[in-house]
Nanobody
Framework: QLQLVESGGGLVQPGGSLRLACAVS????????IGWFRQAPGKVREVISC????????YYEDSVKGRFTISRDNAKSTAYLQMNSLKPEDTAVYYC??????????????WGKGTVVTVSS
């Protein structure tokens, strides 16, 4: 059974950076696309970035383009989300998810429990 565990969240000041990690276990990560999602208080969960199984294809939602970078290290069974120039509106619970099929979407098969990111001075 595939399991995902997010880490790296925390409190950061506006303009700061965080790197989230998504550790994958139970399966060969190479076969799965990985998506990063977030859910802010009172809002629906949205996909913010997605990476194909080989890493050749990446997607970014408009509000994070140029600030966030998705990557993966299949040898380490870990995906990452580097978040720079953070804004208060980036405050949310961040989730990673995995599925054999693209596109990344709310209906992906496997989900982590999330990590909280708070951007505040």
């Amino acid at each position: 059974q595939l399991q995902l565990v997010e880490s790296g969240g925390g409190l950061v000041q506006p303009g700061g950076s965080l790197r989230l990690a998504c550790a994958v276990s139970g399966v060969t990560m190479d076969d799965y696309a990985i998506g990063w999602f977030r859910q802010a208080p009172g809002k629906v969960r949205e996909v913010i970035s997605c990476i194909s199984p080989t890493g050749a294809s990446k997607y970014y939602e408009d509000s994070v383009k140029g600030r966030f970078t998705i990557s993966r290290d299949n040898a380490k069974s870990t995906a990452y989300l580097q978040m720079n120039s953070l804004k208060p509106e980036d405050t949310a619970v961040y989730y990673c998810a995995a599925d054999k099929y693209l596109p990344c979407r709310n209906g992906m098969d496997y989900w982590g429990k999330g990590t909280v990111v708070t951007v505040s001075s």
